[in-house]
């Protein structure tokens, strides 16, 4: 008698999706079709490390199609952009292609918020989420690096660098260039050591949201490092030089970093799905749609709440969403109760440079090398894990 399978379709191999796929591939009578227009996993929590030059590409990617290999055949990805989704019939649609499925899995994430109303934005700032931008930005930073090298002495003009957006993202690679590059003229014994990186914040204070005392801690290490913090104030307008102020202040630059907020992937904005007011897929506590009882939302492209907050956009948040989305799942599937999510943040680590970093975990602070090291850990451990499952899944493709 044979075995009929149960088909799961997850759409984004981000934090959400991928730790979806380790939970539902436990389970012999799930058939998983992963679906991303990438063949990679973009570690973004790493984002840091690779804009200012700590590492290359390969550190903060993995491979999906070796990644998926390493399930043997429970797990198939499919490298195609999905244009649509037949909720009726449950079919996801492809550009010459459809699927079907039983159950489904939206972790498509965020993009980042080019703002119509600040002119210039998409011809003149860099953002982060797409590793393409990322990459095309370090390879920017380390030519500008160059080039004041070339002018020589110690009047060269400073490189000048706006990162608009003051939130976790913003924070870190603010701290980790300003880092890198005071090291970097230190440990070289160049003259010439001018970078002026200026954090351009509207809040009042920086990392909306986060603990207070962390948010202290953050500052002043900010101003430690030398980063220029402007608050309550707006970017309105870039051109290739030059970035225009809300109160009319003009800061002459080399490039800016956008990382002032984010929205929910093209692929939503399409969908006939029921999304809250600002576009971001609506879900129950099962993490599932209330139109549609088997097709669940996770990770950036919805919002979790607990106690009527909403829980920030982390991975950790989002790998927890994927774990239970796919629990659920596999609890349908075998007739079982699903179980209400009690999600929460288990706390926040902050590098702010090289051998920095402040973090809140389990209720202690934590500050200094020990959080940097802690957060070095938490990086390379998930790494680790996921380069495991490749590495079984590369050796079996290359030995069929």
């Not at 129950?284 to 749609?289: A, P």
Request: with cysteine; hydrophobic share 40%.
């Amino acid at each position: 008698m044979s075995i009929v399978k149960n088909t799961i379709i997850v759409i984004g191999g981000g934090y959400a999706g991928l730790q979806a796929i380790e939970e539902l591939a436990k389970e012999p009578v799930n058939e998983i079709k992963l679906f991303d227009k990438n063949p990679y996993h973009y570690m973004q929590t790493d984002v840091y490390d690779l804009i200012a030059n700590e590492g290359d590409f390969a550190d903060v990617t993995v491979d999906l199609n070796s990644f998926c290999a390493g399930f043997c055949s429970v797990v198939e990805f499919i490298k195609e952009e999905v244009i649509n989704i037949d909720f009726i019939t449950k079919k996801v649609i492809i550009k010459n292609n459809e699927y079907s499925y039983d159950s489904l899995i939206l972790a498509v994430g965020a993009r980042t918020k080019f703002c119509s109303n600040i002119m210039g934005l998409k011809e003149h700032g860099y953002g982060i989420k797409a590793l393409h931008r990322a990459m095309y930005f370090k390879q920017k930073f380390e030519m500008s690096l160059f080039k004041k090298l070339d002018q020589g002495g110690r009047y060269c003009e400073p490189l000048t660098i706006v990162i608009a957006g003051a939130g976790l993202s913003g924070v870190e690679i603010a701290a980790q260039m300003a880092s890198f590059a005071s090291d970097f003229y230190k440990n070289n014994n160049f003259i010439c050591r001018k970078l002026n990186i200026v954090l351009v914040n509207s809040g009042s204070e920086i990392l909306k949201g986060v603990d207070k005392k962390l948010v202290k801690q953050s500052q002043n290490h900010l101003d430690k490092l030398g980063v220029i913090t402007l608050c309550n104030q707006k970017v309105v307008k870039i051109t290739e030089d030059k970035v225009t102020l809300s109160d009319g202040e003009i800061i002459m630059m080399d490039y800016m970093i956008f990382a002032g907020g984010i929205e929910p992937n093209g692929l939503i904005h399409k969908l006939n799905i029921a999304k809250n007011e600002f576009g971001y897929i609506e879900i129950d506590e099962y993490l599932k749609s209330p139109q549609y009882d088997d097709v669940y939302a996770v990770g950036d492209c919805t919002t979790i709440y607990v106690n009527d907050k909403a829980l920030p956009p982390t991975a950790d948040v989002a790998e927890q969403m994927g774990i239970l989305a796919a629990q659920n799942i596999n609890a349908k599937t075998l007739n079982k109760k699903q179980s209400k999510h009690n999600i929460k943040s288990r706390g926040i680590l902050i590098a702010l440079g090289r051998g920095y970093a402040v973090a809140f975990l389990y209720g202690f602070y934590i500050k200094g090398y020990p959080a940097y090291l802690l957060k070095k850990i938490v990086e390379k451990v998930y790494a680790w894990k996921l380069d495991k499952r490749s590495k079984r899944g590369c050796a079996k493709i290359f030995n069929d």
